[in-house]
């Protein structure tokens, strides 16, 4: 569904990128890499976590100052070589970017969040500027169809609203170079398509776009030209109407991309019920008279919009809550107090959500934290004193078999990658062969190989050692792909469990957003 | 093959981390001791002489390494009662109250309240002192765990709030009545004394409790399932308590530890040095600790080192001032200097390390 805008081949270019490399130590982060971008186009830049797009994106911006290239913008029809490191220069050429993370005051209203930075200060005479703002503002509202209440605090705005507030403000100080940074990892689905009709309205107006994605998906239906990066290289340029998922998806990773496994596998007994579970709002969303089952030999998907439930639903299967009202069972047993530690040597699995945060301790060795859960069983200590030997050893013949990219048993889990931090979470859960498996956000910033990894290691535990999973994903094309049946979470509330053969996007991407009955 | 995949990022990071912690910290106590020249110039005394004098001081003869030895005692005891409970961040910094407590209990217990031969007394003197400091270190951390209340505060305030206690007793149910009115307590029976351990100067046993006391920390820390759950709650409390380690349980036990060992320090100063209590028996050890631990980078071995270093200081300035006529309060500054180098030092040494991330 690739459309016709206003950028074309011949388009004046707006921006150029030349040879950028930034290093940051031993590492490339960005090697010699050029890019155009013309007029009115949206230019996708593709690449796993880790490839560069944000360093790069960085760069533009003048958050960093790059060891090697430079960057041009247009200026009265010709390029001009923008001041490198000044991020007051590249706002000044028109240059805007909406971080994954949006920067807004979260106590002031949409109206001077915009405005914000824009004043001085000492300048008397506020008020009839705001009125002058605010007329500016929705002449380029009506324009967009960036509808957004300007008077309410953002603080009681959805995510989307808050985006669309990031955006206007780059309106409003005149952007001509939009750069979007993952914008749609928080959205619904039909946000996410509601966002790419804007952009086509705005580029229409010669507005230019570059968009930071790893899905593929939207690249395809959002953007006119596609770079890929990896490595910290630009490893492919094309048009979008001219590619195809497949070549791209291996110019991304650097090889064939491996398939999502989902094996046949029948589901047995019941390994967790929730009979109309709350739980209180400590965790964030409050939980609401939720039922759930999750049996034994099949996996769950829990849909959704992080920030709904989610983290009530995860902290009480990880034993870290107790249900306020209804009744929870965890492998037959009755949860009526915080016991992370039972619920673990019990045979529960949990993937948490941060995995630096709560999966592992920094600042300890391999060794250290594969044995973190497990610190009591006869291979880690006997009689309080720990069996170094033993657990190097074993964390060794653990590091071979899961494949964890590191210095060894005794180097440090701080540095090592997101991924590899997941592969010793997985080594050290699943290893204990559990009946119940709490995947939280499991795949959440590992690149496709990574996350085909985990995706695999859940099959594996459903169907060959009978676990029950409970999968939680923001990613509807991954619990689509590894999930049996699909449940979706919307403020607190839990839908009826689909099978996620039959299921169809568009249902769920409305459940997702509370507009069909949960 | 795994060793291949991560070599761009092998830089022989672990070894050269720690020889840089190493070099702060001796730069650190380098930086302070050099610092002390300020004050030094302002009282107009001759610098030189007065750093020959502080090093003659403190080392320059057996009397004067006996002192300094004697002086270390306490500040290893309540150096290792601040790096076990900073290992678990809690902030402990009641370790002079917990001193004071410490040194109650061994009046209370040994000025007569048992009759026996000092194998029986001695060990039960050692045990009450340390279960005093153990639970003047329990209310805060109780405290803590259950309510949420900030333990720097409530141990930093339960100081004064024993040393007034300490005073009252001075003057009421532990007054010496033979103490000419002095605010003092009766002396200890000498079976409840620790020996001297270096004959015709005032090195007690309590060196010797101190040492194998970092001994056996070190062990615990590093080599059984407390230290680790001690460690991890330290260093991630959420993953530890994620793994299902009881963050609250920890924390008690490193309380009760810290305390017992600060309550130690004060068994020593009474039953090895003083042989009675007074409202002075600490120049401000539990403080000093706090620096102490510090400066050994919270490693129970290292802090016998550094304790030896500020106990050096305190001999040798102290020393240097009678010689000159300088304040001996220049120690206090030294030592407050060298806290003062080393946390600067660390966040030098972070930016160091980090480097290449």
Known sequence: ?518 | MSEVAAAPLKRSRPASAGAISVGVRVLAGIAALLLAALPLLATGAPIIEAYGLMVTGALGSAFAVSETLTRATPLILTGLAAAVAFRAKLWNIGAEGQLYAGAIATVVVGTGLIEAPAFITLPAVVLAGAAAGAFLMLIPTLLKVRLGVDEVVTTLLLNFVVLLFVQMLLDGALKDPMGMGWPQSPPVVPAAELPEIWPRTRLHAGLILGIVAALVLSFVIARTTFGFRMRAVGENAAAARFAGISVAKTMIGVGLISGALAGLAGVGEVAGLKGYLTSDISPGFGYAGIVVAMLAGLSPIGSVVSALFIAAIYVGADSMSRALGVSSYLADLIVAMALISILIGEVVARRLTRGAR
């Open chain 1, 1 to 518: 569904m690739s459309f016709v805008s206003a950028g074309g081949d011949d388009a004046p270019t707006v921006l150029a990128l030349e040879g950028v490399t930034k290093r940051f130590g031993a590492l490339t982060a960005n090697d010699g890499i050029d890019l155009t971008l013309r007029r009115g186009e949206v230019l996708a830049l593709l690449g796993e976590n880790g490839a560069g797009k944000t360093t790069l994106m960085n760069v533009l911006f003048g958050k960093y100052t790059a060891e090697g290239g430079r960057v041009l913008v247009e200026r009265d029809g010709a390029l001009e070589p923008l001041e490198p490191g000044s991020p007051a220069a590249a706002l000044g050429a028109g240059i805007a970017m909406v971080h994954q993370h949006f920067t807004l005051a979260e106590n002031l209203s949409g109206l001077d969040n915009i405005l914000l930075g824009t004043r001085s200060l000492w300048k008397f005479g506020w008020g009839g500027a705001r009125r002058a703002a605010r007329t500016r503002l929705q002449g380029i509202i009506e324009a967009s169809g960036l509808a957004v209440p300007l008077d309410v605090r953002v603080d009681r705005l959805s995510v989307g609203e808050r985006q669309r507030i990031e955006i206007l403000k780059s309106l409003y100080r005149e952007a001509r170079v939009l750069v979007l940074d993952e914008p749609t990892a928080l959205l619904t689905p039909q946000d996410a398509d509601r966002l790419f009709g804007t952009l086509k309205k705005l580029t229409a107006t010669g507005l230019s776009v570059i968009l930071i994605s790893h899905k593929l998906r939207e690249v395809f239906s959002a953007t006119d030209r596609i770079v890929v990066l990896r490595h910290g290289r630009k490893v492919g340029e094309t048009a979008t109407a001219a590619a195809d998922a497949t070549s791209l998806a291996e110019m991304m990773v650097g090889s064939a991309v491996p398939k999502t496994v989902h094996s046949a596998r029948t589901p047995g007994e019941p390994v967790v019920v929730l009979d109309g579970v709350s739980v209180s709002a400590e965790h964030g969303t409050a939980l609401d008279r939720v039922d759930l089952k999750v049996h034994a030999g099949e996996i769950v998907g829990v849909a959704g919009v992080s920030g709904n439930g989610q983290g009530a639903l995860a902290a009480l299967l990880s034993g870290l809550a107790v249900p306020a009202g209804g009744t929870a069972q965890i492998l037959g047993k009755q949860v009526e107090r915080v016991d992370p530690g039972g619920l673990s040597t019990a045979g529960v699995a949990r993937i948490p959500e941060d995995r630096h945060q709560d999966g592992v301790v920094g600042t300890m060795t391999v060794a250290e934290n594969l044995a973190l859960e497990n610190l009591k069983t006869p291979s880690v200590s006997s009689r309080g004193v720990l069996r170094l030997s033993a657990m190097t050893s074993q964390a060794r013949k653990t590091i071979a078999e899961s494949d964890i990219r590191c210095q060894g048993p005794q180097s440090t889990v701080r540095l090592m990658s997101g991924g590899n931090i997941q592969k010793l979470i997985l080594a050290r859960t699943l290893g204990r062969k559990p009946r119940f498996v709490l995947a939280n956000q499991p795949t959440r910033g590992l690149d496709l190989g990574a996350a085909a990894d985990v995706a695999r290691r859940l099959d594996e535990a459903a169907t060959q050692h009978r676990a029950g999973v409970l999968l939680i994903s923001e990613d509807l094309d991954e619990l689509l792909a590894v999930a049996d049946r699909i449940v979706v979470l919307h403020e607190g509330r839990l839908s009826e469990a689909g099978p996620a053969a039959a299921a169809d996007r568009n249902a769920i991407g409305l459940m997702m957003s509370g507009q069909a009955a949960a």
